[in-house]
């Protein structure tokens, strides 16, 4: 019921994913992506899966140069367009015309852009901790990550992500640990490339019901960008969760998807309670 496979996308990258479908198999359940944050992998959605891969076929892709996908060598430019395309390329693989998609924070930009770009292949877009582009603030980490290497920088900027007083601290372990398994030339390169990014401007043309699910002490991101996502988005709810750091999709895992499937049983009268 959970099946792990590759593909090679069209530039020769290989690209992982994990199809996870719990749902009843009489049923033509709806599909929906779900696209990690940076530094992480499907795994993050760990505590995702069991409430919503009873409703939905769930297919976690492995963002390029993370998890088990394949690491682009550094002349391999890293591009909007191209991020894009392996969601769009993998949904053409598995026969999928249409689907919902789901992501958290750096999945949530490439999601953003794939219901700009392609609204007819959107049915939902669900973003957590996501604004439309990187805070340019971001560039400032990466002297410190190239002096300092990325675990200790991130443990010593901890706070930034976490509510330390609130959040088990094997889940912050575990969290350096699952970053640190990645390529640190990449993440500079991947961060480096998304802080210079913004399309709040294109914002109007998401046409599909849109969930933003906001850490109310948004610290990775700039806050006012929420508002952008409000007021441009024709058909958008937004939903703060107060007081809290950057990483809600870790910390508050039960609530997000609560909130995701109430969203679901709003806009599309599934699934059912």
Not at 4 to 9: E, K
Not at 31 to 40: E, I, N
Not at 41 to 59: C, E, K
Not at 229 to 244: F, G, Q, S, T
Request: include cysteine.
């Amino acid at each position: 019921m959970t099946e792990a496979s590759t593909f090679t996308a069209s530039d020769g990258e290989t690209i992982a994913y994990y199809i996870d479908d719990f749902t009843d198999p009489w049923r033509d359940a709806p599909v929906m992506f779900l696209l990690h944050s940076a530094m992480g992998n499907s795994q993050r959605f760990y505590s995702w899966v069991p409430g919503l891969a009873r409703h939905f076929r769930l297919i976690r892709m492995d963002t390029r140069g993370h998890g088990g996908s394949s690491v682009p060598a550094p002349s391999v430019p890293l591009t909007m367009d191209r991020m894009v395309d392996d969601v769009e390329e993998l949904m053409g693989r598995l026969g999928i015309e249409k689907a919902h998609l789901t992501a958290n924070s750096a999945g949530g930009y490439v999601a953003q852009n794939l219901a700009i770009r392609s609204p007819g292949k959107v049915q939902s877009l669900v973003v957590v901790g996501s604004t439309p582009g990187l805070s340019p603030d971001a560039l400032q980490w990466l002297p410190r990550i190239k002096a300092e290497g990325l675990t200790p920088f991130l443990r010593d900027t901890i706070h930034m992500r976490f509510d330390l007083a609130s959040t088990d601290p094997g889940m912050v372990e575990w969290f350096l640990e699952q970053t640190a398994e990645n390529d640190e030339d990449f993440v500079t390169r991947f961060i480096g490339y998304w802080a210079t990014q913004e399309w709040s401007g294109e914002l109007h043309r998401i046409a599909c019901p849109t969930l933003v699910i906001l850490p109310g002490a948004e610290t990775v991101g700039t806050a006012a960008s929420y508002d952008a996502m409000k007021e441009r988005i024709p058909d958008a709810k937004l939903l703060a969760y107060e007081h809290m750091p950057h990483n809600i999709a870790d910390m508050m895992a039960d609530r997000c998807v609560a909130d995701i499937l109430a969203f679901h049983r709003e806009k599309f009268s599934y699934p059912k309670p």
